[in-house]
């Protein structure tokens, strides 16, 4: 896989108006984030043990491999304290596909535009790596309504629908944007 010569500095990453006030982002992970992934990963109440197990293995692989591990995190904090992360890498043997594997907001954060901040730093990210298209799979749970609207609402569109892919009646719903 190419990797683009961006690194992941410890400064903080650039304040857009997309960035809600007091809030800060991060690209820099650091070993308190484990526990921060953890928390934000169980408070959601959607994530099975499971499910939040993967969450915390990307971060700590992350930790340990550095980009080479192929997960890049940005993190929202407010006074020090992570309140939502988002992780995304390249999809291996594509030219430019991303894939975005978690986008999660501590739900007293949520509808103030944590998401749609941390959202538009990795798209952003993506193109400086000279992606192309970033994609997102969700569960096709009522759980999920909003988070399929919110990725509706941020320019994605629905490019697939996989029946019973997690489950029984539980279909993978994929969406794409065109972002490089």
Do not use: N
């Not at 690209?27 to 099975?48: C, E, I, Q, Y």
């Not at 978690?102 to 730093?121: K, M, N, S």
């Amino acid at each position: 896989m190419a990797r683009h010569a961006l690194t992941d500095a410890a400064r903080p990453a650039p304040r857009s108006s997309a960035v809600p006030r007091g809030v800060r982002l991060r690209r820099t992970p650091r070993p308190a984030d484990v526990a921060a992934v953890r928390r934000l990963a169980a408070a959601v109440g959607v994530f099975s043990s499971a499910e939040q197990a993967v969450a915390v293995e990307l971060i700590t692989a992350r930790l340990r491999h550095g980009r080479a591990s192929g997960y890049h995190f940005v993190f929202a904090d407010v006074r020090g304290r992570p309140v939502g992360y988002c992780t995304w890498g390249p999809i291996p043997m594509t030219a430019g596909s991303y894939d975005l594997y978690w986008i999660v907001v501590d739900p007293a954060h949520g509808g103030a535009g944590v998401g749609r901040a941390l959202l538009a730093e990795a798209e952003r990210d993506v193109v400086r790596r000279g992606g192309t298209a970033l994609y997102i799979e969700t569960s096709s749970r009522a759980e999920y309504a909003r988070t399929r609207r919110f990725y509706l609402r941020a320019g994605y569109a629905r490019v697939a629908r996989l029946p019973d892919f997690y489950a029984p009646g539980d279909d993978k719903v994929i969406y794409r944007k065109l972002v490089g």
